[in-house]
């Protein structure tokens, strides 16, 4: 059984920075797909970005890429987001997704869920 858990989230200023951390257990990011999705209170679930598994290649949601990192460490147990810069516009619940096969932008494609971690930028 997968398991993804989040964590990492906060409250931060406007112009700040946090590294969101997603663990897994069960597989490991070699054998998933990883991704970062966030929901605002009111709006669709939204793609942040992702890492394919076999070759690590990052690709990012509409003007994601310029402030947000995707990685995974060595041993591909958790996969990262590092914002910068971040406004208040970014408040969100953040999702990690994983998937052995899916990818893309969509959330329907993404089987694995964690539960969330909540982000707040402050004005």
């Known amino acids: 059984q997968v398991q993804l858990v989040e964590s990492g989230g906060g409250l931060v200023q406007t112009g700040g920075s946090l590294r969101l951390s997603c663990s897994a257990s069960g597989r490991t990011f070699s054998e998933l797909n990883g991704a970062w999705f966030r929901q605002a209170p009111g709006k669709a679930r939204e793609f942040v970005a992702a890492i394919i598994r076999s070759s690590g290649f990052a690709y990012y949601g509409e003007y994601m890429k310029d402030r947000f990192t995707i990685s995974r460490d060595n041993a591909k147990t958790t996969v990262y987001l590092q914002m910068d810069n971040l406004n208040t516009d970014d408040t969100a619940v953040y999702y990690c997704?994983?998937?052995?096969?899916?990818?893309?932008?969509?959330?329907?494609?993404?089987?694995?869920w964690g539960q969330g971690t909540q982000v707040t930028v402050s004005a």
């Open positions: 997704a994983g998937d052995a096969s899916g990818w893309g932008r969509l959330a329907e494609n993404w089987d694995y």
